[in-house]
């Protein structure tokens, strides 16, 4: 099923260069599958769910390249958005997940998303060991 939704504004989230090149560049409406669309979540700016898909594909990128694998262990720094999509892709890929950070609430987070292991880096200086 088709949607037609008003074309996104300079600096907004937008389409993606086929999308873009089939629509148009700069229409005031386009017609494109429902299946293309997803709702910006209300406490996200469109800048903020701009990023959304850069994150994600940085961390897809980044693991599968060179495919990261099943019972393989992956390292992540911080708990932004890369570091999050590189956590569940790796989870997806059965491969085991460390991530590290200085804050205690965001390895919490990090743990209930399926980080195997988390360390503190600040609580714990010499970190590299425990990993």
Do not use: C, H
Not at 72 to 87: H, K
């Amino acid at each position: 099923m088709e949607s037609v939704v008003p074309s996104p504004t300079a600096g907004s989230a937008g389409l993606t260069r086929a999308e873009q090149s089939r629509a148009g560049r700069r229409p005031e409406y386009v017609s494109l599958s429902e299946r293309a669309l997803v709702r910006t979540p209300a406490y996200l700016s469109d800048d903020e769910a701009s990023t959304l898909p850069i994150a994600a594909l940085t961390a897809w990128q980044a693991l599968t390249l060179k495919p990261l694998q099943r019972d393989q262990s992956l390292l992540v720094q911080g708990t932004g958005g890369v570091s999050i999509f590189a956590l569940q892709f790796a989870k997806l890929f059965g491969a085991r997940v460390i991530v590290l950070s200085s804050s205690d609430d965001k390895l919490a987070r990090a743990k209930k998303l399926g980080a195997d292991a988390t360390i503190n880096y600040r609580k714990n200086p010499v970190w590299w060991k425990e990993v």
